[in-house]
């Protein structure tokens, strides 16, 4: 779920009492649950909503009602539900997607035109159309000023460029890990800690770059799921020969 604490928040405790009016929203096709604030109003699981979010106003679908609410910190992330969707918010729904997908290959297109060391990774505009945040990555600074000039006068609309990093990127664009499973960082993680080799060292895992690396082309996140109890554990020293036990 979308519903990351505070930094440093001194909260021990843990309580599932319903607190208000609070439901998980699925925005678009994104794994995590978005935490909302439903006002006075009742919102059953499946029914469309619109979510007033950062960029702009956003579809969504109840995947859960109520949430329960485990920190206080966490109402004041809530986003608040603007109203049930309706069919003028379904038919901008699908403009949406189509000015997603026109926008992220325009962008692609201008910018190998342009000569911008950069890669687009995703477009997203709001419900209205109003504004659109272009996700990128690059190696170091772009000057995207003329890139954004002209998207914005393509599309119409108020262009927001976020430079991220290749394990952003990953869980932007979501996929399957060489577990099996859905990428970590696309569905529940958030916080990324430092990789190091040695944790795969201490794991007695393959150090082939192919095996521990993930989608993004950088170390596993995983290997520091364990990493704290294989620190803790001391390996166990190899006999010698001398101290064999005699038959």
């Known amino acids: 779920m979308n519903m990351s604490a505070c930094q440093g928040c001194s909260y021990k405790g843990m309580s599932t009492n319903v607190e208000g009016n609070y439901v998980g929203v699925r925005v678009g096709e994104e794994s995590n649950l978005t935490l909302c604030t439903t006002g006075d109003q009742i919102y059953c699981k499946d029914e469309r909503v619109v979510v007033d979010l950062e960029p702009g106003p956003a579809m969504g679908k109840v995947e859960q009602s109520p949430m329960p609410i ?4 966490q109402k004041v992330s809530a986003r608040r539900i603007v109203r049930r969707a309706n069919d003028n918010d379904e038919v901008a729904f699908d403009k949406k997607l189509d000015n997603d997908f026109a926008a992220k290959r325009f962008c692609r297109e201008r910018a190998k035109n342009l000569g911008l060391e950069m890669k687009v990774s995703k477009v997203d505009f709001a419900l209205d159309g109003s504004k659109a945040v272009v996700y990128f990555t690059a190696e170091g600074r772009i000057d995207f000023r003329k890139l954004v000039r002209e998207i914005s006068r393509r599309f119409s609309a108020r262009i927001k460029m976020m430079q991220v990093g290749a394990r952003d990127e990953a869980g932007l664009i979501g996929g399957i890990g060489v577990c099996g499973q859905t990428l970590c960082c696309s569905t529940w993680l ?46 166990k020293k190899a006999a010698s020969p001398s101290e064999s036990p005699k038959p």
């Open 190 to 235: 958030k916080d990324f800690r430092p990789i190091s080799i040695q944790m795969a060292k201490r794991q007695s895992l393959s150090l082939n770059p192919s095996k521990i690396s993930g989608q993004c082309g950088r170390l596993l996140c995983c290997l520091a799921y364990e990493d704290d109890q294989y620190q803790a554990t001391p390996k």
């Open 70 to 73: 485990f920190k206080p910190c």
